[in-house]
């Protein structure tokens, strides 16, 4: 595909903010792509490291890299100024401090192209410098989803519902971002891209799923998507209405304790979070009672069935008695035991290492 082409095929928005350690690969493995016809947009959230030079270095380097210099207005606002900015027929969203393969762009386009899609997804690879983990939605080379209604079973299995949640591994039709004034909502500072996504819905008449993984999702354990954060959980509640709502417009009711058993995996999650943090306890047993608060939490324990994971039955019991006594306690004993398990697993991976030298 020639480099020539007036109007890029596809613009490439990056918001950027203090993504330093990481900008340059990510940016190296948008500019290794085969498929030559893109724009990438970098927008410069008004970060206070190095991101904002490492933008404008390669744009410097390379005329398809535009750089938006802004005062720091959050992911969301970056995000519009993206789509505001979008010359492309498609468009796609790459977090600073991810990677892509790279047939990304192409495989993505040429999909679009096939099939005529409004929307596209791929399968991707969850990774740090510890660990990856291979995330694929479909088995073959392609699927195509005929409605919004197929779409939306994503959200109910655990396997698949983060690619109904993420606003990245997905091409969007430009023209049915912008002719339906599809922006990302300022006021929500916290799965902002499920509701953006919760939004294009409506607007959805063929997604096509990729087998193959083309995104590299770096997960960072000092990242604000894995810290405790006091603001966060409503946020994740009204994602979780969004998409509720969505299955009972779309007439899948019948899929709503799905939602619910995850949503539950959510409030497990957060309830470690809360137990991990640095808050001193009295503050973590106002967060349980915050917590316990939301309707939606006591909601999704109502179901019968007990886990296998005997933590999930102990916190889904002090959810029923509505006692966040009951969960501080839960958390604390779950909190020993996991300090336990992380010294043995510290000494076998010692051992094993020390093993290692000794043989080589």
Aim: hydrophobic letters at 40%; charged letters at 30%.
């Amino acid at each position: 595909m020639s480099m020539e082409h007036k109007t890029p095929i596809i613009s490439i928005i990056v918001p950027v903010y203090n993504a330093q350690a990481h900008l340059r690969q990510c940016l190296a493995s948008i500019r290794a792509q085969r498929m030559t016809d893109w724009e990438a947009i970098l927008v410069d959230d008004g970060s206070t490291d190095g991101s904002a030079a490492i933008c404008d270095e390669a744009a410097n380097a390379d005329p398809r890299f535009t750089v938006i210099h802004k005062q720091n207005a959050g992911v969301s606002n970056a995000r519009n100024d993206g789509i505001e900015a979008a010359k492309g027929d498609y468009l796609m969203f790459i977090d600073a401090d991810d990677l892509v393969t790279e047939n990304y762009c192409s495989e993505m386009f040429e999909a679009a192209k096939r099939f005529d899609a409004d929307l596209v997804l791929c399968g991707f690879d969850r990774f740090n410098d510890e660990w990856e983990k291979h995330v694929q939605l479909v088995r073959n080379y392609a699927v195509l989803f005929r409605d919004a209604k197929d779409f939306l079973l994503l959200y109910t299995e655990s396997r698949t519902n983060m690619f109904g949640v993420s606003i990245w591994a997905k091409l969007f039709r430009t023209d049915l971002i912008k002719n339906g004034n599809l922006r990302f909502d300022p006021s929500i500072s916290y799965e902002e891209d499920c509701n953006f996504i919760a939004d294009c819905v409506p607007h959805l008449q063929r997604i096509v799923a990729l087998g193959e993984s083309m995104y590299r999702y770096r997960q960072q354990e000092e990242s604000l998507s894995k810290g405790y954060r006091r603001d966060t959980f409503r946020f994740l509640v009204h994602g979780y209405n969004r998409r509720c709502a969505l299955l009972k417009r779309y007439g899948l009711e019948e899929y709503l304790s799905n939602a619910k058993g995850i949503f539950f995996g959510v409030v497990k999650n957060t309830c470690i979070k809360i137990a991990n943090s640095d808050l001193p306890h009295a503050e973590k047993l106002r967060e349980y009672e915050a917590l316990l608060a939301f309707e939606e939490v006591r909601d999704a324990v109502v179901f019968d069935k007990k886990s296998k994971s005997g933590l999930s039955n102990r916190i889904c019991a002090a959810i029923k008695a509505n006692d966040a006594k009951r969960l501080d306690r839960v958390m604390r004993s779950w909190k020993q035991m996991d300090r336990v398990y992380g010294i043995k697993n510290d000494l076998k991976r010692a051992i094993k290492n020390r093993g290692k030298k000794e043989q080589a």
